[in-house]
């Protein structure tokens, strides 16, 4: 299997096992890989009475057949599990080595059951792997565990784990890889899996190399197509993530205030990208085969925050820890960031979580322990929230619990405050100031989630899929069509494991070129999108076996019925309804969001049919 490497890690913590098995042929060219083969994986392998947080429960790793090799922004893995978070599908995607790094130590995925009886941690080298004791790294946080690991196994040595948070069971916990870098498999909590599992990291390292079906080709095309790369991402090389943040303030795209605030620009000038680069920025940093850079290393060397050192806050950190608390102060969002990376913890969630619980104390909803200002704006009060969180100490340990279930402690007032979809916290990104965000957020497998990118077709041209022109950021009709559409195609790169920010600087044509040069394979771009559309459908219904339908695809009241009196969205409110029956219609539901029989049949899914609700 050229562009694989044919093997996948089959791990059981309960009895301690190891074993390697072969790769499905048929599989891999069905589900593409990454998140794809990870959907068919943990459909067949769990049911509707698996605990999320139980031995039972699968948590797979998977690289696809472009990671590691010449294909720019390959170096990437997707991990999945049910989701303790929200019950449903669970599912996050990380850059940085540690994809390449599992491939060169001989296997495409692990695939890990049970449930160990004392912390270990898993080492897998050059074909061969192994469970060793974590004792030692069990409680240190992920920048730690990773340093103690390489100086135990070597720099080539790359860690994926987890820290406090996901050892304590904290439903928003992720799994981090590559040390300070703090490359994150962020959401849907399945560093919580990880924990309950008692599996603080697991180790790749290897010198097999990724073979291809065709390198010239492969190195034709990327040669031909790195320089367009290069200049239509070259902002995000200079300034990260965090270079968009004034512009997305501007549209009133960035939330403030727990979602209130419709002109939150001057904040979002003291949080810029260009202000870090002039402060706190040391370097940029490089996912494996990338040739953007868009990671931020940052150092702060006087002031409150002195000694801050590692990854610095990206677009989503300055949103969550910044503009949603209405804290403008970059030092201290670097510091908040910083510590969330530590700990393990999805940074969109615990902003998430301390801007709710400032609104709930503002509306005498929660009372503020002694000496505790859990008021807007103060930086301090984020940073302490962040460490009390991660210990799950005093008011932490209610935040701990994510917004839904905070909502349902401080009861029905508290729902209206409560920002979440399906039980996942709302990315940073306003279906009101970008409707198609909408029914992207509502119809997303594992909740509210930006990464079906159908917002960056309101923004820009999108030709990859027909739309020569930016489509009307306020309008609904033909945005439920286009959405589905950019889910398939996204949920393709999350398989293939190539980066989403080149998803509109690649045409199709290619993508599916440099898929066929790894692998052999003769895929038409037809066929290639009928395997994007086939993986959406398999996660649909993976949540469907588990009673999800049209009753769970909604947003929160205030995003559908509370518009912004200021800003860029002023007055606007997305049309659920009008989108949400276009989308069905498309994909081929009926009127409750169900996979009709024939939808099903015609993309090969013929067992799932039987899932199907009488």
């Not at 727990?258 to 949080?271: I, K, M, S, T």
């Not at 929160?556 to 518009?563: A, E, G, K, S, V």
Request: proline share 5%; charged share 20%.
């Amino acid at each position: 299997m050229q562009g694989f490497l044919g093997r996948v890690l089959r791990v059981n913590l309960s009895s301690g096992g190891v074993t390697s098995e072969a790769l499905n042929p048929d599989a891999a060219r069905l589900y593409i890989g990454g998140a794809g083969l990870a959907a068919r994986i943990l459909y067949d392998e769990t049911d509707a009475a698996t605990d999320p947080l139980g031995p039972d429960n699968r948590l797979v790793f998977m690289t696809g057949p472009l990671t590691g090799t010449r294909a720019p922004t390959s170096g990437r893995h997707a991990v999945a599990a049910c989701s303790p978070l929200t019950g449903a599908w669970g599912e996050a995607d990380s850059g940085g080595s540690w994809g390449v790094a599992l491939k060169r130590a001989g296997f495409d995925g692990i695939v890990v059951e049970g449930e160990s009886p004392e912390p270990v941690y898993l080492l897998v080298a050059d074909g061969e792997a192994g469970l060793l004791p974590a004792e030692d790294v069990w409680g240190l946080d992920t920048y730690a565990t990773d340093a103690m690991l390489r100086e135990r196994h070597g720099k080539a040595g790359v860690s994926a784990c987890i820290g406090p948070a996901g050892e304590r069971g904290i439903p928003f916990a992720g799994i981090f890889n590559d040390g300070r870098h703090a490359r994150a498999a962020g959401r849907s909590g399945l560093g919580a899996v990880m924990g309950a599992k008692r599996l603080k990291a697991i180790v790749a390292l290897g010198s097999r190399k990724v073979e291809v079906s065709d390198d010239a080709r492969l190195l034709h095309s990327v040669r031909r197509l790195a320089p367009g790369i290069r200049k239509s991402r070259a902002g995000l090389g200079a300034y990260g993530t965090a270079g968009g943040i004034v512009t997305n303030a501007a549209l009133a795209d960035m939330p403030a205030g727990n979602w209130r605030v419709g002109d939150w620009v001057a904040g979002a000038e003291r949080l810029s990208g260009e202000r870090m680069a002039e402060t706190i920025l040391t370097g940029r940093y490089h996912c494996w085969g990338c040739p953007i850079g868009c990671g931020r290393n940052i150092k702060i060397t006087s002031g409150p925050h002195a000694g801050v050192e590692g990854a610095g806050p990206e677009y989503e950190a300055l949103a969550a820890l910044g503009a949603l608390c209405l804290v403008d102060d970059l030092n201290a969002v670097a510091h908040a960031n910083e510590l969330c990376n530590r700990y393990g913890m999805d940074v969109i969630a615990t902003g998430s979580a301390i801007a709710f619980a400032m609104e709930a104390h503002e509306r005498a909803l929660l009372k503020a322990p002694d000496g505790l200002a859990l008021e807007w704006g103060n930086a301090e009060t984020v940073i302490r929230l962040v460490k009390d969180i991660g210990e799950r100490r005093g008011l932490g340990e209610l935040l701990s619990l994510g917004v839904a279930r905070m909502a349902e402690v401080l009861g029905e007032r508290a729902q209206e405050m409560a920002q979440y979809v399906k039980g996942q916290e709302l990315p940073f990104h306003d279906p009101r100031a970008l409707a198609s965000l909408g029914v992207a957020y509502a119809t997303s497998p594992r909740g509210a989630c930006h990464r079906g990118n159908s917002h960056l077709l309101e923004r820009q041209a999108g030709h990859v899929l027909g739309y020569p022109e930016a489509l009307d950021r306020f309008e609904a009709k033909g945005k439920g069509a286009m959405t589905a559409r950019m889910q398939d195609y996204s949920g393709l790169f999350n398989s293939l494991k190539l980066c989403q920010f080149i998803i509109l600087s690649v045409a199709p044509d290619d993508v599916v070129d440099w898929l066929n040069a790894a692998t052999g394979w003769d895929m038409s771009a037809e066929e290639f999108m009928t395997a994007g559309e086939r993986i959406s459908n398999l996660k649909r219904m993976f949540n469907v076996r588990l009673g999800f339908s049209r009753k769970d695809d909604s947003l929160p009241p205030r995003i559908l019925h509370m518009p912004l009196a200021e800003g860029g969205a002023k007055g606007a409110l997305p049309d659920l309804e009008t989108m949400l029956n276009e989308y069905y219609d498309y994909r081929g539901w009926d009127c409750n969001g169900l996979p009709m029989p024939d939808t099903l049949r015609r993309l090969g899914l013929h067992a799932e049919v039987a899932d199907l609700p009488e």
